[in-house]
């Protein structure tokens, strides 16, 4: 070999060995302090282009990034680490470390959260959001303190639009739920505002809805609005019923393992807490929305479909028969009485 070769060949090994010298320093610099680098799995059972499933995926990068790769993220939508009730489970063993679901699929676990899911309680989406994400209320605190009893901790809240019904035939009035067989989710609240209604409530797995309308075997589905236009349900139903006053909401929360959070040294542990709030406001939020109009506009704007606002008339037949719903609530779960409560005060603070 000349002179020459070996010089550039020289030249090339020791700039090879920098490279991989400051590779290493990068690596430990990003390391956590105990010399770990963490995962993280986190799942949804939506897939995209619904907010829960983009935001795990955005949240790799932010993670990594916020932690100075001291976590390393994995996100799992369609439900491929699970279904609901797998990744709740897997979340209170530590299998699962985030999940991003409505946070009324944890009522069967922490029994309380059913005050999210009263009809009519709250006066829209965004109020139901802000009493659940505002520190020093009373009420956040109670809901998280509630969620850490049973071995969750909530990552950031979300917002999600109260629910609608997209339907096979006409309903535009109280009478017209009367035996209307309505897909929702399997939260007892909503249940019970379906049956209060006088319709049937009916529940499986989301991936059937859209051949279920098809084939008739649902009249309807009731569910937040952002799901609606991913199923392409309006390509069967055509009549949309938008409540003017909601009667319920899919809170949306991205919630954590109790066991994971604590399995980190405490340093990382909160900085991870505060990026996911910054994750929760600057991320999830926009996407929420954006997803929640688009699939408005979506329904609205579709071939031949009938759109029909509840008048007053509904409102208040609906609210009278709600009634009873809060009151056997709390008698069955007498230990969400100081949630109520507190939730009330601070929706009457607000007026209307």
């Given at each position: 070999?000349?002179?020459?070769?070996?010089?550039?060949?020289?030249?090339?090994?020791?700039?090879?060995?920098?490279?991989?010298?400051?590779?290493?320093?990068?690596?430990?610099?990003?390391?956590?302090?105990?010399?770990?680098?963490?995962?993280?799995?986190?799942?949804?059972?939506?897939?995209?282009?619904?907010?829960?499933?983009?935001?795990?995926?955005?949240?790799?990068?932010?993670?990594?990034?916020?932690?100075?790769?001291?976590?390393?993220?994995?996100?799992?939508?369609?439900?491929?680490?699970?279904?609901?009730?797998?990744?709740?489970?897997?979340?209170?063993?530590?299998?699962?470390?985030?999940?991003?679901?409505?946070?009324?699929?944890?009522?069967?676990?922490?029994?309380?959260?059913?005050?999210?899911?009263?009809?009519?309680?709250?006066?829209?989406?965004?109020?139901?959001?802000?009493?659940?994400?505002?520190?020093?209320?009373?009420?956040?605190?109670?809901?998280?303190?509630?969620?850490?009893?049973?071995?969750?901790?909530?990552?950031?809240?979300?917002?999600?639009?109260?629910?609608?019904?997209?339907?096979?035939?006409?309903?535009?009035?109280?009478?017209?739920f009367n035996g209307l067989k309505v897909w929702c989710l399997p939260n007892a609240r909503i249940v019970d505002t379906m049956n209060a209604l006088?319709?049937?409530?009916?529940?499986?797995?989301?991936?059937?809805?859209?051949?279920?309308?098809?084939?008739?075997?649902?009249?309807?589905?009731?569910?937040?609005?952002?799901?609606?236009?991913?199923?392409?349900?309006?390509?069967?139903?055509?009549?949309?019923?938008?409540?003017?006053?909601?009667?319920?909401?899919?809170?949306?929360?991205?919630?954590?393992?109790?066991?994971?959070?604590?399995?980190?040294?405490?340093?990382?542990?909160?900085?991870?807490?505060?990026?996911?709030?910054?994750?929760?406001?600057?991320?999830?939020?926009?996407?929420?929305?954006?997803?929640?109009?688009?699939?408005?506009?979506?329904?609205?704007?579709?071939?031949?479909?009938?759109?029909?606002?509840?008048?007053?008339?509904?409102?208040?037949?609906?609210?009278?028969?709600?009634?009873?719903?809060?009151?056997?609530?709390?008698?069955?779960?007498?230990?969400?009485?100081?949630?109520?409560?507190?939730?009330?005060?601070?929706?009457?603070?607000?007026?209307?």
């Amino acid at each position: 070999m000349s002179m020459k070769k070996r010089k550039a060949l020289t030249l090339f090994i020791a700039a090879a060995m920098a490279f991989m010298l400051l590779a290493c320093c990068c690596i430990s610099e990003s390391a956590a302090a105990d010399g770990r680098v963490y995962r993280m799995r986190m799942g949804a059972i939506s897939s995209p282009p619904t907010p829960e499933a983009v935001f795990i995926e955005e949240l790799v990068d932010f993670i990594h990034e916020a932690t100075g790769g001291r976590i390393v993220a994995e996100a799992y939508h369609s439900g491929t680490i699970g279904n609901n009730t797998q990744m709740i489970s897997g979340l209170q063993d530590g299998s699962v470390h985030a999940v991003a679901i409505p946070i009324n699929q944890y009522e069967s676990y922490v029994p309380e959260l059913g005050v999210l899911g009263l009809p009519m309680f709250f006066r829209d989406a965004e109020q139901a959001y802000q009493l659940c994400k505002t520190p020093g209320n009373g009420f956040h605190e109670m809901l998280e303190e509630a969620m850490q009893a049973r071995g969750f901790m909530i990552g950031t809240w979300g917002i999600s639009a109260g629910s609608t019904l997209i339907s096979t035939r006409p309903v535009a009035q109280f009478e017209d739920f009367n035996g209307l067989k309505v897909w929702c989710l399997p939260n007892a609240r909503i249940v019970d505002t379906m049956n209060a209604l006088g319709a049937v409530p009916v529940n499986f797995s989301t991936g059937d809805l859209a051949l279920a309308v098809q084939q008739r075997t649902v009249d309807a589905a009731y569910t937040g609005v952002q799901l609606l236009a991913p199923q392409m349900l309006h390509e069967t139903a055509k009549h949309l019923f938008v409540l003017s006053t909601p009667m319920n909401f899919n809170v949306q929360a991205l919630v954590l393992s109790k066991v994971f959070m604590e399995s980190l040294p405490e340093d990382l542990r909160e900085t991870l807490q505060e990026a996911l709030l910054r994750a929760g406001t600057d991320i999830h939020y926009p996407l929420a929305i954006q997803a929640i109009e688009d699939s408005m506009n979506v329904l609205k704007n579709a071939d031949g479909m009938t759109v029909v606002y509840s008048d007053e008339v509904f409102t208040e037949r609906a609210r009278e028969a709600f009634a009873p719903i809060a009151e056997i609530f709390i008698t069955a779960v007498p230990s969400a009485l100081p949630l109520y409560e507190r939730a009330v005060e601070l929706i009457a603070a607000e007026g209307p």
